[in-house]
């Protein structure tokens, strides 16, 4: 369809550009505004239709109208895949220092500390 509306586009063009160009008396200006009415109408019609087929195409496809998407919809991702440990020790809270310390074993079997504020 797309590629239709192209090659009417680009022939509009070349009659656009050509005609006037051989234009050598009144009758054949005349003529040539006249193919150029009827070209034209030709060239809204093609448009109409395609306008219209690109609205078909967009509702067929169900694509939400950015109106009504909602904030709540949305869920973050992370852009890294991340690996979930598991920590055997629930996290001791030290109040004197302003910490909470948990330890896990990371896949090397190292131990690794985690702090978080208080």
């Known amino acids: ?18 005609v006037p160009a051989q234009a050598d008396t009144k009758d054949d200006l005349d003529a040539a ?7 034209q109408a030709e060239l809204d019609a093609l448009t109409l239709q395609w306008q219209q087929t690109e609205t078909a195409y967009a509702q067929a496809q169900g694509t ?30 030290q109040p004197q220092h302003g910490v909470r310390v948990a330890f896990f074993f990371d896949v090397e079997g190292h131990s690794v500390e985690v ?3 208080i």
């Open 33 to 39: 505004r006249e193919e150029l009415a009827s070209k």
């Open 64 to 93: 939400p109208d950015i109106r009504e998407l909602k904030l709540r919809d949305w869920e973050p991702r992370p852009m890294i895949a991340r690996q979930v440990t598991k920590i055997d020790k629930p996290a001791v809270d």
């Open 1 to 18: 369809m797309s590629l239709r509306v192209i090659v009417a586009v680009a022939a509009l063009a070349g009659v656009l550009i050509a």
């Open 115 to 117: 702090v978080e504020l």
